[in-house]
């Protein structure tokens, strides 16, 4: 019984998207939640179909049937030439709609109460000792700032937020251009981000894994290319993941990489980006500091590779049409230069 929910979620083309499968205890309240109002939906259906099965199948035998012998030799409230009134029948009907109606107040409250319990049970897990991260949406990418008491341990990322298990983490919702919708299925419910405005979001991992995340809210031609991973690993393994984003981009250490930095460098790249322990600090794309440890690019829409590094450098319109990444063109030597450095960048 607990499957059908994913085999009719699964029909509708949603697979990629673990909707169901609770990784994080905001997901799980939201899961009973949930469940309830899909039984509600399946009782409302299955009694709505059954009366009008009856209902055609009463209009079908009545129309055999005589009509009774008192009331049809009576005149009818609507005067001669109306349809006699079958008083029973009134009665019954009256009580039905009586009937229905209290059943569904009972249903209204059930569900107003379960959704004020589970609003509750979401805001008990909240905690002081929460990670906070500010979650910025662009289109068509995620920008990722993990906050620190201490401002100077602040750091950035993109489109790959790693995050404790075991541990709350609030999200500070924002947008840079148009809505935008924080959604991670598995691991809290979505919520949009709005330019000018802070929405506040969180989420809890129970377990390690890696888990695909979203946006929801149709936000321009590559809204379907704008999602984002959430990698949830033990404590002592964020904090190394941590440490190690803090630090600034190690300097190349070879001719190839040293002149893949300069074209960078001196190249259009660094008039978008930023590359923490070197000149370029622009924050119109993703940051790039330790862009070769995350495991995709543009927004999860392709592989981190060398080839297809190398075709999102030379025309990011034709995997990603309408992005804010123009062509660029280089002489072969220096995007074999300009790949090596990126690569570098762990």
Known sequence: MRRLPLLLL???????L???DARGP???RLRSLWDLLFLISAVVLAAVVLTMLGALLRRRGGSRSQVPEVEAHSVPPGGEGARPVDAARERRMGRAVGAAAV???????VITVANASTGAALARLRSPDALEVQVVGHQWWWEFRVQDADPSRNLVTANELHVPVGRPVILKLNSRDVIHSFWVPELTNKRDLIPGQQNTLELQADRPGVFKGQCYEFCGMQHAKMGFVVVAEAPE?????REHQLQPAPPPTDAVAQRGQQVFLQGPCALCHAISGTDAA???GPN???????????????PFDRGHLAGWILNAQSLKPGNNMPAITLPPDDLHALLVYLESLK
């Open 282 to 284: 622009a924050s119109t």
């Open 10 to 16: 699964a029909c509708t083309g949603c697979g990629g």
């Open 288 to 302: 790039l500091t330790h862009v070769a440890s995350r495991s995709t690019l543009a927004a999860g829409t392709l």
């Open 103 to 109: 059943v569904t107040l009972v249903v209204l409250f």
């Open 237 to 241: 393994q964020f904090e190394a993941w």
């Open 18 to 20: 673990r909707m169901l």
């Open 26 to 28: 905001h997901v799980e």
